[in-house]
């Protein structure tokens, strides 16, 4: 019987420490970054979200927080907020409070149009101007490339939420009708608010 303890004993120490090493190995959870897209005639303002250039290290669409008028993105960012506490021990591009870059990249991204009441589409009267579903097409790919890197077309795993509000949607719709074959498998939700026929 004694024989039999001291066997558990060693068994449930080793059950222990394999848990205790995998745990220290393991990367935290990450989730997908979310992007805010505005409707017509409007910016991320609508978000709560107005962008600003406070610095040539800080890209325009680098969001400053004004939560205490626009609650929409500070509601986000409080529950974004831990996931990116817990990268920036992993990776150092990460920005928590505290932060002078805080709070750009914290899993909450937004997009301002060059032109707020331009076309969806490409439009032949603006031969300068690929329409907002092809713009938001860039910002994507700056999305993706900032959380997974170069090769987040080959990673199944590199995913994002696309969340817009009224003409935003249609954006969205044009956006990957156009890019369907690259986009589909990396949306994980699509989320529109006042989105007309979509």
């Given at each position: 019987m004694k024989g039999n303890i001291n066997i558990i004993k060693k068994v449930f120490i080793i059950q222990l420490f394999t848990i205790f090493f995998i745990n220290s190995s393991a990367e935290p959870y990450k989730p997908y970054?979310?992007?805010?897209?505005?409707?017509?005639?409007s910016n991320s303002g609508t978000?709560?979200?107005?962008?600003?250039?406070?610095?040539d290290s800080?890209?325009?669409?680098?969001?400053?927080?004004?939560?205490?008028d626009y609650p929409t993105y500070a509601y986000?960012?409080?529950y974004m907020n831990p996931y990116a506490v817990a990268w920036k021990s992993v990776d150092g591009s990460y920005t928590i409070p505290g932060d002078?870059?805080?709070p750009n990249k914290t899993f909450l991204e937004v997009i301002n149009f060059d032109d707020n009441r331009g076309?969806?589409?490409p439009h032949p009267n603006y031969p300068n101007f690929d329409g907002q579903g092809d713009e938001l097409w860039h910002r994507i790919n700056e999305v993706m490339e900032e959380y997974y890197?170069?090769?987040?077309?080959?990673?199944?795993?590199a995913k994002i939420i696309l969340v817009a509000h009224s003409a935003g949607g249609l954006s969205v719709r044009e956006c990957i009708y156009a890019h369907a074959d690259v986009l589909k498998p990396h949306i994980a939700k699509v989320i529109t608010l006042g989105s007309p026929h979509v």
């Open positions: 970054p979310i992007l805010l897209i505005h409707g017509i005639n978000w709560g979200a107005n962008t600003e250039n406070r610095s800080i890209p325009a669409d680098s969001v400053q927080d004004k939560s205490s986000f960012l409080g002078d870059a805080f076309s969806i589409d890197g170069e090769g987040w077309r080959n990673n199944r795993n």
